[in-house]
């Protein structure tokens, strides 16, 4: 049986998702609270997020999730870190874990009447990885109900860092991820089509296949190939000599991008190529799923993560040809790694 978005759709209602560059009202948050993750380094990660939403109240404002017990601390951290205060809004959200992307809404916009709404898809902490989840699934009714926005639940397990899209709703994914049978058994690239294309407004869907390695998503397509402008493709390209089974995945994805992906007016992407960190980032011989294309576009800003590595130049440099508008900002994020992801894993944008 064919799967489709509850009807009428958001997009059937003219709500459609924004690119990530398209201007936004805040960024949103969701703040540490179990201790155990990221075992002997936690006590820094608090101070990281302060230093994160610091560098994010420069530019736009920023809305924390976080257990209401933890605002008073949050506030001395914010302070401690120069952030704007003043367009810092805490919210007595509780959550499981820091991944906001992936459990927060994707908020929808409606092009004729300005009105934002929020999607809301169903998390299962990337097939059931991680438990418990139920405070996760739960923040996007509640950001809704926080904001009075008018809110689209849909069954179907989708993460934000799963998907990319541009202005004319292109969308980016891996197969990896959204065919992987421990999100949506059953659930078919027609399906997609469909549900995307209904809940988001997207017109297209560009499927690679496979992406980073050890990444505890499976796959998520923003450690791995990003849209930077309509008709710009930005994508990791493997270290140099790189023999290994991840470096073929990466070159395959790029000669998929220059054979087959083609601009709606049937135009060739131009394709920027973003460096593996070099050397790599090893724990107990494993490789961390470490990615420059892990960055977050806010207004005026690329806030993008660095490992300490020779490569973080590199990568800065390339993210500055591709938005040559943006302050390009840097944060270490190699404690924050740790637990398998960076910037744009730990952030939702809001559109205005």
């Keep these: ?11 059937e209602q003219g709500f459609r998702l924004p690119p990530e560059w398209a201007p936004q009202a805040a960024m949103w948050l969701s703040w540490p609270s179990n201790t155990t993750l990221w075992p002997g380094r936690f006590e820094k990660i608090p101070t990281f ?55 927060g809404p994707l908020f929808v916009k409606n092009a004729t009447t300005g009105e934002v709404a929020v999607t809301d898809w169903q998390f299962n902490a990337w097939g059931g990885k991680f438990s418990p989840w139920d405070l996760d699934n739960a923040i996007p009714a509640r950001i809704a109900n926080a904001l009075n926005m008018r809110r689209f639940s849909c069954d179907i397990i989708l993460e934000g860092g799963a998907i ?24 078919t690239e027609d399906d997609y089509t469909r549900l995307l294309s209904g809940g988001l407004g ?6 690679l296949e496979e992406g980073l390695p050890n990444d505890d998503t499976d796959g ?44 709606p007016s049937g135009g060739k992407f131009e394709i920027a190529q973003l460096p593996l960190p070099y050397p790599e980032l090893l724990v107990d011989g494993r490789e961390l799923p470490a ?20 490569s973080d130049e590199l990568a800065a440099h390339v993210l500055h040809e591709c938005f040559p ?28």
């Excluded at 049986?1 to 997009?11: I, L, Q």
């Excluded at 493997?238 to 220059?258: F, S, T, Y």
């Excluded at 990615?291 to 020779?310: D, E, F, L």
């Design 1 to 11: 049986m064919a799967v489709s978005y509850p009807t009428p759709t958001p997009a």
């Design 49 to 103: 997020f302060a230093n994160f939403a610091a560098a994010l109240s420069k530019h736009v404002p920023v809305c924390i999730n976080a257990a209401g017990a933890q605002h008073a601390e949050i506030r001395r951290l914010l302070g401690a870190a120069h952030a704007d205060v003043s367009v810092v809004q805490l919210f007595d959200h509780p959550v499981n874990d820091v991944w906001c992307r992936d459990h």
């Design 164 to 187: 990319e899209i541009n202005g004319p709703g292109q969308l980016l994914t891996t197969k990896v991820v959204l065919l992987n049978p421990n999100r949506n058994p059953s659930i």
């Design 202 to 207: 997207a017109t297209e869907i560009l499927w």
């Design 220 to 263: 998520h397509i923003d450690n791995l190939t990003r849209f930077f402008r309509d008709d710009g493709i930005i994508t990791v390209m493997p270290r140099d000599e790189a023999q290994d089974a991840g470096a073929k995945v990466l070159r395959h994805n790029l000669l998929q991008i220059e054979e087959h992906f083609r601009t």
């Design 291 to 310: 990615s420059y294309a892990n960055y977050v576009v806010t207004n005026g800003a690329v806030i993008m993560p660095t490992y300490n590595r020779p």
């Design 325 to 352: 508008g943006h302050q390009i900002v840097s944060l270490d994020c190699s404690d924050v790694l740790l637990e398998g992801g960076a910037l744009h894993c730990l952030s939702q944008q809001q559109p205005r």
